[in-house]
């Protein structure tokens, strides 16, 4: 990006604290934003398209997004770089 301090660090997000106290997340990343966007579209604050798209073959609910992939239950999530 133009004009950003080069010398800034990266921001790193880790589950791995989480998971190792036995945290377990119920929902994916992706659910949690389908979720956000859908209660937005209700409260009419973005608009709602007019055409739906193609959804991608859904996931199970237990299922973890690690790099694009989905991962069976159990599998822990790694850091994630924003």
């Known amino acids: ?6 010398s800034i660090k990266s921001i790193h997000f880790s589950s791995k604290k989480l998971l190792d106290l036995g945290f377990n997340f119920q929902y994916t990343v ?4 389908e979720g956000a966007v859908q209660c937005c579209q209700e409260k009419q604050l973005i608009p709602v398209p007019d055409a739906p ?16 992939e989905y991962k069976a239950e159990g599998d822990q999530l790694g850091e994630v770089a924003v």
Request: avoid cysteine.
């Open 30 to 33: 992706e659910q949690m934003f």
């Open 53 to 68: 798209e193609a959804k991608p073959q859904e996931q199970p609910l237990n299922a973890k997004m690690k790099g694009g």
């Open 1 to 6: 990006f133009e004009g950003i301090d080069e």
